[in-house]
């Protein structure tokens, strides 16, 4: 006799405690409606693209699709690791740094465990944590930076990781070494504090460290990094974090065995190893970043000073010119911008640094809107 499936009520599948509490994480629009094309200035890409080197690698990697990868990405582990002066065996390469929070989410957090990270942080450090069943907990900033005492305020027998994204995104501040040096110090041993470096080759002050010595000189801190922000390979998805060696053990038994395609790693290491054209992209943004920031000012909008490679911008709800309708504005003008209601920041738009033109564009666009009658 056949089985036969009856139309009788049955429970659904329910997923794991914390999971229905995810807010679905939305990207950078990259899209206008009618088919437009759109001037990109939502995803912090670089406007100089990957380098030539990098595609070069990449053209010449796809011809074996048919091989799987090296597991250990061992040619980027080693290029990563001669370009920083770092042991490769302590390397952990992931598909973007978002796979390696969530890994380390995965292996130190749990039901009952907490995770800390402050208030505009970026959103993935949420998502890790209620993913595997943990409480996340949300540390006052000041002026739109990490305040260091607020964090360890937080901080109670359950607290069992710290993300801490510097500089951070959306806001663009960041604190200095010798802030992060305190909140290492300050925070019990058995805490992870996780610095998440995206933007930190953009970063030129003098008080400024993406954290590789404190990952070198302790076992509870670890740093990541991605390929996608100044090495413009954000399509291939390549990230790597700097962990202690027993963390960088643990996060090798639990990643995928591949998971970093053969045209991501050659890609990888010819990026990393071209120095001129990372150099071209801090030079860029070294000229637009003050310029956009001063030339926004000028037209009546509020700019947090940033060291990444975008500034926030805050519209004054007050006077009638509010950050949505400056989106809509400049959208029909062909411009798509990052809005941050998400990150408790619903007044304010981020702005990417884009090409010459692009920033031109988007400066004459914006004093276009503040010269509308406000409504």
Not at 160 to 169: E, G, H, I, T
Request: proline share 7%.
């Amino acid at each position: 006799m056949s089985a036969t499936l009856r139309s009788v009520p049955s429970p659904a599948p329910v997923p794991r405690p914390g999971i229905l509490d995810i807010d679905i994480y939305m990207p950078g629009e990259s899209k206008l409606p009618g088919g437009v094309e759109p001037i990109k200035l939502s995803s912090n890409e670089t406007p100089l693209g990957p380098s030539p080197h990098a595609i070069e690698a990449y053209n010449q990697a796809v011809k074996d699709l048919a091989r799987y990868p090296d597991g250990q990405a061992t040619a980027l582990r080693t290029a990563i690791a001669r370009r920083y002066g770092l042991d490769s065996s302590r390397i952990v390469c992931g598909s973007g740094s978002d796979e390696l929070l969530s890994m380390l989410a995965h292996a130190y957090l749990g039901p009952g465990d907490e995770g800390i990270y402050t208030a505009h942080g970026f959103l993935v450090y949420r998502i890790a944590i209620l993913t595997n069943g943990a409480t996340p907990v949300v540390a006052a900033e000041t002026d739109l930076k990490t305040n260091v005492d607020a964090i360890l305020a937080v901080v109670t027998p359950r607290t069992k990781m710290v993300f801490l994204a510097n500089p951070n995104n959306p806001t663009g501040t960041y604190i200095p070494i010798d802030e992060v040096r305190r909140l290492r110090v300050g925070l019990p041993g058995h805490v992870l504090l996780v610095l998440d470096g995206a933007y930190s080759e953009y970063v030129r002050r003098n008080d400024y460290e993406a954290g590789l010595e404190l990952v070198a000189t302790t076992d509870n801190t670890v740093m990541t990094r991605t390929f996608s922000k100044i090495h413009g390979l954000a399509a291939l998805r390549i990230g790597w974090a700097y962990c202690p060696e027993a963390v960088a053990g643990v996060l090798n038994r639990i990643r995928g065995p591949f998971n970093l395609s053969s045209p991501s790693i050659a890609a990888g290491v010819a990026a990393i190893e071209d120095r001129a054209h990372e150099e071209a992209a801090i030079q860029h943004n070294e000229r637009w970043l003050p310029w956009l920031s001063a030339e926004i000012e000028m037209l009546g909008v509020q700019v947090t000073p940033s060291v990444a490679n975008f500034v926030l911008m805050h519209f004054n709800r007050s006077d009638g010119r509010t950050a949505e309708g400056a989106d809509m504005f400049l959208r029909s003008k062909g411009l798509i911008l990052r809005r941050v209601a998400s990150y408790g920041l619903p007044d304010a738009l981020r702005l990417t640094i884009g090409t010459e033109a692009e920033n031109r564009a988007f400066v004459a666009a914006l004093a276009d809107f503040m010269r509308k009658p406000a409504t």
